[in-house]
């Protein structure tokens, strides 16, 4: 009996959680309530704690299940990850795979919710350690693959990171990917050239 409880209770978490997904994308979380975000996918307070711990727990696991409604970006560091492809051609097709106009809700939503992490550190602390960490470690061991020392690596990775992070920023506010494209090209040819000076250094 409790295999097909515990079945459906999955289930319905997941229809919540793909509403919630649609409900964020389309509006955002600065004036979300436990109580307003209930309404608007038809459920209550009490049963979106139940399944989802807290608010706070709850916008982190929609930003997370956002990230599955893009291709690109969930796919992102398995191509990065390839050694088969020179490591110079896998920075500019990330930053293509980044700069992707489809790819401009989530990127709203993630800079949305990395704000007001910002803000309020301890309620989502888990966030921001994931934040912090995931993109350098996976460019980082990218770089250590492709034969950079790991000081080395850790450096360039938080350049990377960050230069793709200001860019994704640039492109929300500007709206005009012809101009950012115009700064982003040269400023992709010169991490690239450092990184595979690097590469070939070591």
Do not use: K
Request: charged share 25%.
């Amino acid at each position: 009996m409790d295999q097909p409880q515990t079945a459906v209770a999955t289930d319905r978490r997941q229809e919540l959680l793909e509403r919630i997904v649609d409900h964020v994308l389309e509006h955002g979380i600065a004036r979300v309530t436990l109580r307003g975000l209930a309404a608007a996918v038809g459920s209550n307070n009490r049963m979106l704690l139940y399944y989802f711990d807290s608010l706070e727990a709850l916008i982190v696991t929609a930003l997370q299940a956002s990230e599955h409604r893009f291709t690109g970006m969930t796919s992102l560091f398995g191509g990065f990850a390839d050694a088969s492809v020179p490591i110079g051609r896998r920075i500019r097709v990330a930053w293509a795979t980044i700069a992707d106009p489809d790819n401009r809700p989530f990127h709203r939503l993630f800079f949305e919710i990395f704000g007001l992490a910002g803000f309020e550190r301890e309620r989502f602390a888990e966030l921001l350690g994931v934040i912090g960490t995931e993109w350098v470690d996976n460019v980082a061991g990218a770089y250590r693959a492709a034969g950079i020392g790991a000081q080395d690596a850790e450096v360039l990775a938080h350049e990377t990171v960050a230069l793709w992070r200001g860019f994704q920023a640039t492109l929300l506010s500007l709206e005009d990917d012809a101009v950012v494209a115009r700064a982003a090209d040269p400023a992709m040819d010169a991490l690239v050239a450092r990184v595979e000076a690097a590469a070939t250094r070591s």
